[in-house]
């Protein structure tokens, strides 16, 4: 499956932002997608994942409470909604595959070696 990660760009600390990902080449609904994200000189960081069905996700502490990720498998997308921001969410922004049907995810999804699949980028901007 291939991977597009959209919708990034510069907000204001306190705004908002809705990441896509799209895909193509495969059956969606037999993924689960986690979004990751690296900021300038440090390692890709886990942010959310959804399972297949999207009845069940994950987040990092991080963003637990701000950011909520949903998917919708007849349009082959998951999004990310991203509120209240803060400037250390400035980061690329990447979407990952993982061919797998889980019904509850764990804190697996959080391994950037379980993804078999990843897209390219897609830049966030956080301004103080």
């Known amino acids: 499956v291939q991977l597009q990660a959209s919708g990034g760009g510069l907000v204001q600390a306190g705004g908002s932002l809705r990441l896509s990902c799209s895909a193509s080449?495969?059956?969606?609904?037999?993924?689960?997608i986690g979004w990751f994200r690296q900021a300038p000189g440090k390692e890709r960081e886990f942010v959310t994942a959804?399972?297949?069905?999207?009845?069940?996700?994950y987040y990092a502490n991080s963003v637990k409470g701000r950011f909520t990720a949903s998917r919708d498998n007849a349009k082959n997308t998951v999004t990310l909604q991203m509120n209240s921001l803060k400037p250390e969410d400035t980061a690329v922004y990447y979407c990952?595959?993982?061919?797998?049907?889980?019904?509850?995810?764990?804190?697996?999804?959080?391994?950037?070696?379980?993804?078999?699949?990843w897209g390219q980028g897609t830049l966030v901007t956080v301004s103080s």
């Open positions: 990952a595959a993982d061919h797998s049907t889980a019904q509850r995810l764990g804190d697996w999804v959080m391994y950037k070696n379980k993804y078999e699949h």
């Open positions: 080449g495969g059956t969606f609904s037999r993924y689960t």
């Open positions: 959804i399972n297949w069905s999207g009845g069940s996700t």
